[in-house]
């Protein structure tokens, strides 16, 4: 793994305005994320995790300070399709196969048939949906729909995935299971991930680098680097690094909470 | 099967026997006047036969209609300017022409609401304006100044009946066009996709369900302005000519014909979208 850096934010502010008066999303927020990184935002709802993601993908537009992704701005890195995003809801289009969703970006990006057709194989593959292709959404079930929005995802050549609370949708035992695979995954396809959650066990069991944040304004409080291996069978869970590492991530969500 | 059949029996017996009723009652006076006239006195059986058989009763009971169409369906020749289903076709010819002008039309002016933010701000009050405005009233109008500009037969009509049905379609189409959410508007901006990739791929095939419920009310919109339209024209041909000249000679049965040829014709056009719209949003898998 190198070190270079793929986002960088410095000085990160977005402030929306309402009717009860502003509202200070990001305060100062700065963050650097190197290539092949797992990193994980977690934080009560109002922290701004989301809203940093959406500024990543030049889907929010901040206030004042900057931040760059691969080295360009967030909307020039967006036009070049330099990263795949996986909201928290499947969004898969009904009458299209699962096939035909994948295949959705290739064809907006204007990829020749033959290669859409194998890059379809390889990512359904890499999921483990290989054979549901032919399959409509409403045939699977929300796990595999939202495995099958990720092999969207990555079914153009981002090296930046990012990731919206892609499984809170989820029961707990379909989202070990995703979350065994998504590191899987990354490891087979070296991409750099950006991921919010709002589980503890799910932000330490995925990441290389976990980013706590707290609400009001928006701010990270904590950004913890992770002493676990990259590889990580389930039961790491139980180690005692493991929940040394949660123990840090709730008392820097608990700190975050002692401001309000 | 057997559970929808009885009810809709049920119904359709009720509204015969509600029909009967008020054939009875409606022309009764006349047939009293005849008998006064000829020095009779009706018993209650001659009293309700002559109801149900006059020449040009005030409500005509429903098997004089149906025999009236019989007449005028099957055994007249279609060529012949007697038959109702040579009228029926004069009609529906110009209704499907304004429909298709109308959702055309409709269409066009969803997705200029859409995608231009002057449009969005300005056409739909002139939109709305104008079906405030009485077709009646503008029908003669319109095919006044387009005989004059040289325009004459099948589309002056047809212009009325795009006028009416146009509406329902704007309305439902800009609802559809604006129905994808705002993740999956993002999700298109994740993929930098232009706005007319984003409209065929994602809003297009969104609006389905609502295309189909305003393409069933357009369609009824727009055989009404057929026959509208074929009012003022001088009562050449139509469904339309049809209730005017029976209107004209107090040929009640004539009237009610053709009314019961327009719902007919209205049911089956209405049925016929519904089929293509199950097919479509089942395939489309949005039922």
């Known amino acids: 793994m190198t070190n270079a850096t793929v986002i960088s934010a410095n000085r990160l502010s977005l402030t929306f305005e309402t009717n009860d008066g502003p509202v200070h999303a990001l305060k100062d927020v700065s963050l650097d994320i190197d290539k092949g990184e797992f990193v994980s935002f977690i934080g009560p709802s109002g922290c701004g995790k989301t809203t940093f993601l959406r500024c990543m993908a030049d889907l929010e537009h901040p206030t004042s300070g900057e931040i760059t992704v691969n080295g360009v701005s967030a909307e020039e890195a967006r036009r070049m399709r330099a990263y795949g995003y996986v909201f928290q809801a499947a969004g898969l289009y009904p009458w299209r196969t699962i096939g035909g969703n994948v295949r959705l970006p290739l064809e907006i990006m204007g990829y020749e048939k033959p290669d859409m057709d194998a890059r379809v194989d390889r990512v359904l593959d890499l999921v483990e949906l290989s054979g549901f292709e032919r399959k409509y959404p409403w045939q699977l079930s929300g796990g595999m729909q939202q495995r099958a929005s990720i092999a969207r995802a990555l079914a153009f050549d981002a090296d930046i995935l990012l990731m919206d609370e892609p499984f809170g949708a989820l029961d707990e035992i379909v989202r070990d299971h995703l979350n065994e695979q998504l590191l899987n995954l990354w490891a087979r396809t070296e991409k750099t991930i950006a991921f919010v959650t709002h589980s503890i066990p799910e932000a330490v069991y995925l990441s290389t680098k976990i980013v706590v944040m707290s609400p009001r304004p928006g701010r990270i409080t904590d950004v913890i680097e992770s002493p676990l291996p990259r590889d990580r069978p389930l039961d790491i869970r139980d180690t005692p690094e493991f929940l040394e590492v949660a123990h840090r991530v709730r008392e820097g969500l608990r700190a975050g909470h002692i401001d309000d | ?287």
Do not use: C
């Not at chain 2, 996709?193 to 297009?204: D, K």
């Not at chain 2, 024209?233 to 000249?245: E, H, N, Y």
């Open chain 2, 1 to 287: 099967m057997r559970l929808t059949v009885l009810p809709v029996l049920t119904v359709v017996s009720a509204i015969f026997l509600i029909w009967y009723a008020a054939a009875v009652w409606l022309n009764a006076p006349w047939a009293y006047d005849k008998a006064t006239r000829t020095g009779e006195t009706l018993s209650a059986q001659t009293l309700v036969a002559d109801t149900w058989s006059q020449e040009k009763p005030k409500l005509p009971a429903p098997h004089q209609v149906g025999a009236e169409i019989w007449k005028t369906t099957v055994e007249k020749k279609i060529t012949s300017k007697r038959s109702l289903i040579f009228h029926s076709w004069v009609t529906l010819s110009a209704t499907m022409l304004g429909f298709a002008l109308g959702t055309g039309l409709g269409i066009a002016l969803a997705v200029g609401i859409v995608y231009n933010r002057t449009m969005d701000m300005s056409v739909m009050p002139w939109v709305i304006a104008s079906q405030t405005i009485p077709i009646l009233a503008i029908a003669p109008m319109i095919i006044v100044v387009l005989n004059a500009v040289g325009v004459s037969g099948l589309l002056p009509k047809a212009m009325i009946s795009m006028y009416l049905s146009f509406f329902p379609v704007v309305v439902g189409m800009v609802k559809g066009l604006r129905s994808p959410d705002a993740m999956q508007l993002d999700q298109m901006r994740t993929w930098n996709a232009s706005p007319s990739q984003t409209f065929w791929r994602l809003r297009l095939p969104s609006s389905m369900p609502y295309l189909f419920t305003s393409l069933k009310i357009a369609m009824a919109a727009s055989l009404v302005g057929a026959i509208v339209g074929e009012l003022p024209t001088g009562a050449v041909a139509g469904l339309g000519a049809r209730l005017l000249a029976g209107s004209y000679y107090g040929q009640t049965i004539q009237i009610w014909s053709a009314l019961i040829m327009a719902a007919a014709l209205a049911a089956a056009l209405v049925g016929i979208i519904g089929l293509v719209q199950r097919v479509t949003l089942k395939r489309m898998g949005m039922t």
